[in-house]
């Protein structure tokens, strides 16, 4: 290991040289296009030219394995220069050499000078030797061989000059043992045969060897059949596709969802009693580990994999269910390790190596050492960081095996942040070679169950680049060099053409720096018409909008026309060009929603002109509804479409019901006894409501002026002018009659996070783990310092201020919490001062209140302080960038009632 770590060095040191100093030498040669890159590569001066004449001499005519890496290579020449290559049957009249040494006198003694270098390549590499009489191909098994086909078949798509391949010598082998990727098939898409296949072709093209198929329900079982959908995967198509990935030196993981993300087995009926959490599946009680038993026992007989995943990653709020009692006992550490524990026993008769994310024991490194030393941990983080040493310190220290696991960025997204999957996989393969990695699986999730597999050949690709031949060092500069390299590789390497596609690709990714673009967020996509913008926002927000459509449609165009020159995977083009479409819809959309939030522009605004911008709307709409519906089909099975479809119905009745819209305002008054409620519409007058939650009808309440509430109240109210179809729209005003009147901030929270305001902070309305849920305040690099002013003085017992923590969006708990009170508004106590004692390292999603006991009588004031982390530290993944405070309620206890 020692020798070969040694030798990643030296080449990337001769790489930089290369990149560096030998440019001005290549610069009259056309850059060679492979995907990976080789490890060692000597360009000839030569050219070899392909034709039928040319035979092909392999050393064993009866070895299968043989036949069909060779037959990959005469497949990719018939396709791109038309003819059949055929076998000769002696070396010397052969001008095309495949083979393995040991077999063949002859063919050993013409491959001798390239055999002597199989020694450094292990058994996966390979030497390939071209020059203009003859190619041969040695490696020191059929793997090797396999690979050095692919090396051919990338010569001949992205390298050829009419019949003629360059001349070369590349020495090669990987640096990883295991590259690998998952396919997310439980949240939404469950791939069809056809297209599993097609990935298990392609990734294998660039040299992928690990293949998983994230599972938590969608495998139909016998003992339990009630658990998957009827789409589902079955035991036969594993069976099935594990041979067919096997032909392509492809090792598809047993996998199976065994702890958290549990959520979709528990949902049912008959599992409901076991759940710990409604998304984790209690430790808890006997019944659990029979139901597991179950199920790892059908699924792992599946897989003959030597690896079998068991996941066991976010079990957020092990402890709060019916497993409380034994994490008291305990601990977190100690239950999570007596649960993986039972796994492993389940598993043990079928001698599987358990493979499982790290970020449980990652948190509680405790955990590592209470389980068995071959267990193989899975470090997991998906932003760009300039380092990801720290996730994985704890299983290097401990002497465990663990790959590193990086991700496409596809999730919950119109199309994959190539800019972050750019740096986190290379980073992150980077520093797990370094720190002695076995592997890497490069993951792709379906979070909101709409994702294209087809959007993420380019990162995927990207990922195989990095696992052969890493970029190793800390200068960026070398890692943007290769990306820029490996960018300019992939449209001949896998479309067969230079058509500017992968360019493209990234500007795609790029229009993310659109404030109208939402980040190409999924939910900003979907988001409804009538919707504030945030004000930090407005003022320039229709002429980004404009440059977003611009910019979209001339992506679309590129994409366009790349279609009609590619030779290759032209159907990938669809899913580019409907993403693209995707975001054109989004600004076309936000242009509008501008003109209805700008009170001048609304003034103006016609109805006939509206209804005109609508229907353009809608029928785009629903143009894009069928084309998702026929690039569904193309890739997965029809169970789950219908989910997505149902969000295309919800946007254009959105559309239609806009000329219709009632708004419901408020005043911001939110701590006063009673609330002034507007009702209006773009057009209509005759506006009708209730107060009850009934829904209104026109002989309900018309609307004439605004009115007033003296308690919380469910709004309701409808137009009624015989065209719009009445739909309902509706608010809930909150008046509050709690003890504050009164809170002042010394820093504003942000625009983005402002749930309802102030008052959010003593509504009652408690956030969730997501912090887009609409209930927390957020504080981007600024404390949170709030005065807090009762109506009356009060004899205060506590004071509680809970916080939010989510390290992976930049979310930390604050360092410390103070907290003063004073009768006056001048004169407060001392300081009762509270430090965060929870690791900022933890990955997920937690709440954590912060309590204070005061027991004062007359009290009319409250200062709370709590001190951001201000900078992201070094080991973050954005260190240097600005830390979040995200906070919710601040619980008031009084003469021993806790109130709000």
């Not at 990883?176 to 997310?184: E, S």
């Not at 242009?591 to 016609?606: A, F, G, S, T, V």
């Not at 410390?816 to 004169?827: F, L, Q, T």
């Not at 954590?848 to 409250?862: G, M, V, Y």
Request: charged share 25%; hydrophobic share 40%; net charge neutral.
């Amino acid at each position: 290991m020692r020798r070969f770590f040694t030798s990643l060095i030296f080449l990337t040191l001769v790489e930089l040289f290369t990149v560096t100093f030998g440019y001005a030498q290549q610069t009259n040669r056309k850059q060679l296009y492979l995907i990976p890159q080789p490890q060692i590569l000597v360009r000839g001066d030569a050219t070899f030219a392909l034709t039928p004449e040319k035979l092909v001499y392999i050393v064993n005519p009866d070895d299968t394995a043989l036949l069909f890496d060779v037959n990959e290579f005469f497949r990719e020449v018939k396709q791109d220069l038309g003819f059949d290559m055929n076998y000769g049957q002696t070396v010397k009249k052969a001008s095309l050499l495949v083979g393995y040494p040991g077999q063949d006198k002859k063919f050993d003694k013409i491959a001798e000078p390239y055999i002597r270098k199989l020694d450094q390549c292990g058994k996966e590499g390979y030497v390939l030797h071209i020059d203009q009489e003859r190619l041969i191909l040695v490696a020191n098994n059929d793997t090797g061989l396999f690979y050095g086909v692919q090396t051919l078949r990338q010569l001949v798509r992205g390298n050829r000059s009419g019949d003629r391949i360059p001349a070369l010598d590349i020495t090669d082998w990987p640096a990883l043992k295991y590259r690998g990727w998952q396919d997310d098939i439980s949240r939404g898409p469950i791939p069809t045969m056809e297209f599993l296949k097609a990935e298990i072709r392609r990734m294998s093209y660039f040299k992928m060897n690990i293949f998983t198929l994230y599972t938590e329900n969608v495998f139909k079982l016998k003992s339990h059949p009630r658990i998957a959908p009827p789409d589902g995967i079955t035991a036969a198509q594993v069976k099935e596709l594990s041979a067919y990935a096997r032909k392509y030196h492809i090792d598809l993981v047993g996998n199976f969802q065994a702890f958290g993300h549990f959520g979709k087995i528990l949902q049912k009926p008959y599992y409901a009693h076991l759940a710990e959490t409604p998304s984790v599946i209690s430790p808890a009680f006997p019944e659990t580990y029979d139901l597991l038993g179950d199920i790892l026992r059908e699924i792992a007989s599946a897989y003959d994999s030597r690896f079998f995943m068991i996941n066991c990653d976010e079990v957020f709020g092990l402890g709060s269910g019916p497993a409380k009692t034994m994490v008291d006992t305990m601990g977190i550490a100690g239950v999570y390790a007596y649960h993986i524990n039972k796994l492993v026993q389940i598993l043990k008769p079928f001698h599987k190596t358990i493979l499982m994310w790290g970020d449980i024991a990652g948190d509680y490194p405790e955990i590592i050492s209470k389980l068995p030393d071959d267990i193989v941990f899975l470090p997991w983080v998906y932003q760009s960081a300039p380092s990801y040493k720290f996730m994985i310190e704890p299983f290097k220290k401990a002497g465990m095996n663990f790959w590193v696991c990086p991700g496409v960025s596809c999730w919950r997204r119109i199309f994959p942040g190539l800019s972050t999957a750019e740096v986190n996989i290379s980073h992150f393969v980077r520093d797990g070679v370094t720190m002695g990695a076995e592997g890497m699986l490069n993951t792709t999730w379906d979070d909101d169950g709409e994702n294209f597999f087809s959007y993420n050949w380019l990162p995927l690709a990207w990922g195989a680049a990095c696992a052969w031949k890493p970029v190793l060092g800390e200068n960026d500069s070398l890692m943007n060099r290769r990306y820029k390299s490996f960018t300019m590789a992939f449209d001949p390497v896998y479309y067969g053409a230079n058509a500017g596609i992968a360019i493209n690709m990234l500007g795609l990714d790029g229009l993310k720096k659109h404030i109208s673009a939402g980040n190409l967020a999924d939910r900003d996509f979907w988001s409804p018409m009538i919707e504030s913008i945030p004000e930090f926002h407005i003022v320039d927000f229709l002429s980004d909008a404009m440059s977003l459509e611009k910019e979209s449609s001339a992506v679309i165009r590129a994409f366009l026309n790349a279609r009609e020159i590619i030779p290759r995977n032209r159907n990938d083009l669809d899913y580019l060009i409907f993403a693209a479409r995707r975001v054109q819809l989004m600004a076309r959309k936000n242009k509008l929603k501008y003109r209805l939030n700008d009170p001048q522009e609304m003034k103006h605004i016609r109805k006939t002109e509206l209804q005109r911008s609508l229907k353009g709307l809608e029928n785009q709409l629903a143009v894009m509804k069928k084309d998702y519906a026929r690039l569904w089909n193309m890739e997965n099975r029809p169970w789950w479409l219908d989910h997505i479809l149902a969000k295309f119905d919800r946007m254009e009745r959105d559309l239609k019901e806009v000329p219709c819209h009632v708004f419901i305002e408020t005043d911001t008054a939110f701590f006063a006894p009673e609330r002034t409620v507007t009702l209006r519409s773009l057009f209509a007058d005759n506006i009708y409501y209730t107060l009850d939650g009934t829904p209104p009808d026109t002989s309900s309440t018309l609307y004439k002026e605004p009115f007033k509430v003296d308690h919380t109240t469910r709004i309701r109210a409808t137009v009624y002018d015989g065209k719009c179809g009445n739909p309902v729209f509706e608010r809930i005003v909150r008046v509050y009659h709690g003890p504050v009147a009164e809170i002042k901030l010394k820093y504003p929270f942000s625009e983005e996070y402002s749930a309802r305001g102030l008052i959010s902070l003593v509504d009652s309305i408690k956030g969730s783990k997501n912090f887009h849920d609409g209930n927390w305040l957020g504080f981007e690099g600024r404390d949170l310092i709030a005065d807090i002013r009762f109506k009356k003085p009060v004899n205060l017992d506590t004071v509680t201020v809970t916080f939010l923590q989510n390290m992976q969006s930049e979310i930390l708990f604050p360092e410390w919490v103070s907290c003063v009170v004073s009768e006056n508004g001048m004169v407060f106590s001392a300081e009762k001062k509270i430090v965060n004692s929870i690791d900022w390292h933890r990955a997920g999603a937690w709440i954590q209140p912060f309590s204070f006991a005061i027991n004062r009588e007359n009290i009319r004031f409250i200062r709370i302080h709590a001190k951001n982390v201000g900078i992201l530290p070094p080991w973050h993944n954005k260190a240097g960038g600005k830390a979040w405070i995200f906070t919710d309620e601040i619980g008031i206890g009084i003469n021993g009632k806790k109130l709000k």
